[in-house]
């Protein structure tokens, strides 16, 4: 007799988390919940979570370490439209984590904190025999119902991503040590992409009316596409050569085609992802040169279920989802 | 040479988090933040984390873990007088916490949110190798200006707490296999106190208006009487022979006088400790009559700073403190 195999994070939140979600939860299918605020406003909620050697690494700088932390958070914002506010912080640390290490840490708090304009409103520090674990509930405004949630795709609608896709999951490797065979900036730029993702909240905000789906990439895009599709109840198709890579990315992939599968495949891109319609094309043109920032039409959503990565030859690929997800 | 000594969480958060604390975090004294909600109400916002071996232990069920879970926040909500309105979910959870484990503690979940009308609004999952982590970012609702905060006691103030002070730290104790020669159901009660504290909501929503300052007890009533002064830049007294205690704590105490230092300073009553002007004691008699809930008077708020406990004889009495604490 074996045991049964374990349930991955997608099947235990839907059997045990999604039937005790309440109204504003969106089903726990959205990353983030809504609750009403001041006249006019909704407040948009997440936390997320971080493990000291299962999403950052122990020798990754404190100060980074908590850039990380808040940044996540700060982009599931930005997906959804919302402009940030402040945050809780719950630390559970080890003894390891001294005041050296939390003297950094704060400083990198601080430092986002002027970044985006937010404060900490409070939170809960305890003490664990086990690795740092570390966790940020944030809190945004959006206009009332304008938040962008992921079920609105209809079919025909264009799959865009923000900035450049796969360099955090070719960082991570480069951070292990892992050999690219790319130059020393390369890599440094790689690495710094896993390091410090860059929430699009200017983009995001801009996007509120008239994508009509969006996420950000956590999980990689090849998954995170089939979330967004999933919860529209809809399938869809994303090109691989559309797909924005960076220089760097480009190095790595010239070097090793097969990379192909981590940069689809692998997370922490915190890039945006989001559909529009055809129509807006001209607009989300003008917003991706008024902010600097490429915007890149890389797919489509279509009728049906079920997501499809082709090549530049027009056949599947298939890439291996990332072994964890938040609800 | 030796190391610096460990600075204590207190020190750790005046150091490295006060400063980041913006407005509504109450400068990270209140154990809750305050933002502004639909017109006429504030929201309640309080995080609060629990590690396996640290705050419940091991072999607890994981039904009653949950409850505690949900129960040490919605304290705090209490506390402030408000009502629960939901809360955010996050489990860093090890591999031997299976499918049997998740579901006990769902249902530990789902029997509380049907005690105390509310619902999951959201979360992250992730795994660790290390000990579970727990932590609940609780929201609740309060008519806009109405929070008790923990910085409103006037000298002369009387100070008052509900139900009965340090089962559950004798409940620590016997839980643990220490034999406190009382008879088995009194041992039981005191574990049940540990393991399920009782959030004081009905009567913390009627202290709104009449008492000056309110916390809940989980650093222990010494401590946390210390806490409330300190905020409110006052000092005060404690008569220990006033403290009410259950018939099972009466019973321990008979047998090892020396528990009273568990009793005054050990952790999680999750009982309401607040402070009132003597004018307000016929009000605070009715209100206990009504709940079916005993609130007894133990001591005072006195001009200058810092707390005395006394013993009956008036003499001092010295407790430690826990080793842990909230903010």
């Known amino acids: 007799?074996?045991?049964?195999?374990?349930?991955?994070?997608?099947?235990?939140?839907?059997r045990f988390f999604a039937p005790l979600a309440g109204v504003g939860?969106?089903?726990l299918r959205d990353d983030v919940a809504l609750i009403d605020g001041p006249p006019g406003t909704q407040y948009v909620l997440k936390t997320d979570a971080i493990v000291e050697g299962v999403h950052y690494l122990p020798d990754d700088p404190p100060m980074q370490v908590a850039?990380?932390?808040?940044?996540?958070n700060l982009s599931d914002l930005a997906a959804k439209g919302a402009a940030p506010l402040g945050y809780l912080l719950t630390t559970a640390?080890?003894?390891?984590?001294?005041?050296?290490w939390l003297e950094q840490f704060s400083k990198g708090l601080a430092a986002d904190q002027a970044a985006y304009g937010i404060f900490l409103l409070g939170g809960d520090t305890v003490m664990t025999p086990g690795p740092a674990t570390l966790s940020v509930a944030a809190i945004g405004t959006v206009a009332a119902g304008r938040a962008v949630l992921r079920s609105g795709a209809r079919a025909g609608d264009i799959v865009h991503v923000?900035?450049?896709?796969?360099?955090?999951a070719l960082g991570v490797l480069?951070?292990?040590?892992?050999?690219?065979?790319?130059?020393?900036?390369e890599k440094a730029f790689l690495v710094d992409r896993f390091r410090l993702p860059q929430p699009r909240l200017n983009l995001g905000a801009r996007l509120a009316g008239l994508a009509s789906a969006m996420m950000d990439i956590s999980d990689g895009l090849a998954a995170d596409f089939g979330h967004l599709c999933a919860a529209s109840g809809l399938g869809?198709?994303?090109?691989?050569a559309r797909v924005p890579l960076s220089p760097a990315a480009q190095a790595a992939l010239a070097r090793d085609p097969a990379r192909l599968a981590t940069v689809l495949g692998g997370g922490d891109d915190y890039e945006l992802l989001f559909t529009a319609p055809a129509e807006a094309a001209e607009k989300i043109r003008a917003l991706s040169a008024g902010l600097g920032l490429p915007i890149t039409a890389?797919?489509?959503?279509?009728?049906?279920?079920?997501?499809?990565?082709l090549d530049a030859a027009g056949r599947a690929i298939t890439v291996e989802a990332a072994g964890y997800r938040h609800f």
Do not use: C, N, W, Y
């Open 67 to 72: 850039q990380k932390l808040l940044r996540v």
């Open 298 to 309: 890389i797919g489509r959503v279509e009728p049906g279920e079920g997501v499809r990565l």
């Open 236 to 240: 869809g198709v994303i090109e691989a």
């Open 162 to 168: 923000s900035g450049t896709i796969g360099d955090a």
């Open 1 to 14: 007799v074996t045991a049964p195999p374990r349930l991955d994070e997608f099947a235990r939140i839907a």
């Open 93 to 100: 640390l080890p003894p390891s984590h001294d005041e050296a």
């Open 25 to 27: 939860a969106l089903g």
């Open 174 to 185: 480069a951070a292990k040590g892992q050999e690219l065979g790319i130059g020393a900036a």
